[in-house]
Nanobody, 130 residues
Framework: VQLVESGGGLVQAGGSLRLSCAAS????????MGWYRQAPGKERELVAAISSEGYSYYAESMKGRFTISRDNPKNTLYLQVNSLKPEYTARYYC?????????????????????????WGQGTQVTVSS
């Protein structure tokens, strides 16, 4: 599976962005997908994940700020970010998994069991200026 992110850039605080992730290759193996981000000097953190059926999971600190969605016929994952803040500056990564989930509990259980995403993109940089 190959994942290619796009849509990042330099944006002023308060602005919006929609990140996209195009999947190719063995797309039939893709079930859950997710967005992560990593800011300079910080660890990678989950933003949100979405099941193959469209069930969304958000990290607690990300709720209300990000919207994850996917278009399965187009093999594309999206992340809508509104009211951007400087602290959102990070490299945003798309990820795909061969496992799936259909509830917050099931996703959190997967994380607890160290089930990681199988494929990762190269990331797209988002820089928010104040």
């Amino acid at each position: 599976v190959q994942l290619v992110e796009s849509g990042g850039g330099l944006v002023q605080a308060g602005g919006s962005l929609r990140l996209s992730c195009a999947a190719s290759g063995d797309i039939f193996s893709i079930k859950a997908m997710g967005w992560y981000r990593q800011a300079p000097g910080k660890e990678r953190e989950l933003v949100a994940a979405i099941s193959s059926e469209g069930y969304s999971y958000y990290a607690e600190s990300m709720k209300g700020r990000f919207t994850i969605s996917r278009d399965n016929p187009k093999n594309t994952l999206y992340l809508q970010v509104n009211s951007l803040k400087p602290e959102y500056t990070a490299r945003y990564y798309c990820a795909a998994a061969s496992w799936d989930f259909d509830s917050d509990y099931e996703f959190e259980l997967s994380v607890y069991l160290s089930r990681d995403f199988d494929s990762w993109g190269q990331g797209t940089q988002v820089t928010v200026s104040s």
